[in-house]
């Protein structure tokens, strides 16, 4: 379904101008002889990691940050991985250091975590780190989480004013739903935190002013969840198959439905998806200034 240009929140959009800003602010350190790299590592052969990896590779390309993926075998054990962590922190010429997931199967549960923690904080430009995400808390200056950054700029684009705004946030995972909550109660709005076990979601997510869908459901916002004129962000990423076998990529809100009935709403593909990569790459020019 097309909605009228301006009630779409474009994420695409959106991040070619975080790419353009980025792009000037690494020129300016190259012209200092300062370039900006970004260091990623994959564990095993996972596709969709490995599909992630190569579009990181292109994009940090057209911004001019180099770019280098470590692979390491699917059977590397956890002192492998953390030693190339820890290599990696001590190496000066690397700014931004992220880990690719999932890790192989064969690691503890518990290692990805603590695999996270031994990156160091400035250099974690995917705010994984235990210090980063208390910073989300505390509100210090530190590289915060990608995906939820994303979101708050996407609903800053929007004009929406948050302090007095109720915010409801579906989904409440570490890495999204949590710090996404707590950066909008950074900002001053009413915020309401929903999990799989919140009761009578509808009832609670009509309040929204601005409702923002995270927990990875295909179709769980329906039109008759949504007050009239609120603020949309859709973060889900759902592969869903259509009637005629082929597979497509969706959100968790019912975008067809609820777009007529939303004042703005983001879409999928092309929502926060895009914004999140503009956002690392935002935050890896950031540590490689500081
Ligand atoms: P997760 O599985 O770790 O957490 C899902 C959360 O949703 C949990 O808190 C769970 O309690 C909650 N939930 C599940 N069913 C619910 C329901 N019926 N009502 C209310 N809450 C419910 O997932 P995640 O890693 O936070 O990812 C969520 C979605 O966002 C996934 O589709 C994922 O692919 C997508 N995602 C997108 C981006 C992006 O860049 N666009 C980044 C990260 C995740």
Redesign the pocket.
């Known amino acids: 379904m097309s909605i009228p240009a301006d009630r779409l929140i474009d994420g695409k959009a959106l991040a070619a101008r975080v790419r353009e800003r980025v792009s000037e602010r690494v020129k300016r350190l190259r012209s200092l002889d300062r370039p900006v790299r970004l260091d990623a590592v994959l564990v095993g052969a996972d596709k969709a990691a490995a599909i992630y990896a190569e579009n990181q590779k292109k994009t940090c390309a057209e911004v001019g940050i180099d770019y280098t993926l470590h692979q390491l075998d699917e059977d590397s054990s956890y002192a492998e991985i953390a030693g190339r962590i820890l290599l990696l922190n001590a190496e000066e010429s690397v700014h931004a250091l992220m880990l690719h997931l999932p890790l192989p199967k064969h690691l503890a549960e518990g290692a990805t975590e603590q695999i996270q923690s031994l990156i160091a904080s400035d250099k974690d430009v995917e705010g994984v780190n235990p210090a980063n995400i208390g910073n989300v808390v505390y509100g210090r200056r530190s590289l915060l989480p ?2 939820a950054l ?1 979101v708050i700029e996407m609903i800053e684009s929007t004009g929406a004013t948050l302090p007095g705004a109720t915010c409801v946030v ?8 949590k710090p996404l909550a707590v950066l909008l109660m950074r900002a001053e709005a009413t915020v309401i935190s ?5 009761k009578d ?1 509808p009832e609670i997510a009509r309040r929204a002013d601005v409702l923002i869908a ?4 295909p179709g ?1 916002i329906t039109a008759d969840m949504v007050k009239p004129g609120a603020v949309v962000v859709d ?4 592969r869903v198959k259509q009637a005629d076998g082929a597979s497509k990529t969706v959100g ?1 809100v019912d975008f067809d439905a609820v777009a007529p009935i939303a004042g703005r709403i983001s879409p999928v593909p092309g ?3 895009p914004m ?1 990569v503009a956002m690392l790459l935002r935050n890896t020019v950031d540590a490689a200034e500081r």
Do not use: E, H, R
């Open positions: 990608c995906t994303a579906v989904g409440a995972s570490n890495i999204v739903g929903t999990n799989k076990f919140t979601l995270a927990a990875g459901k769980l973060v889900g990423i759902n968790d929502g926060v998806g999140t």
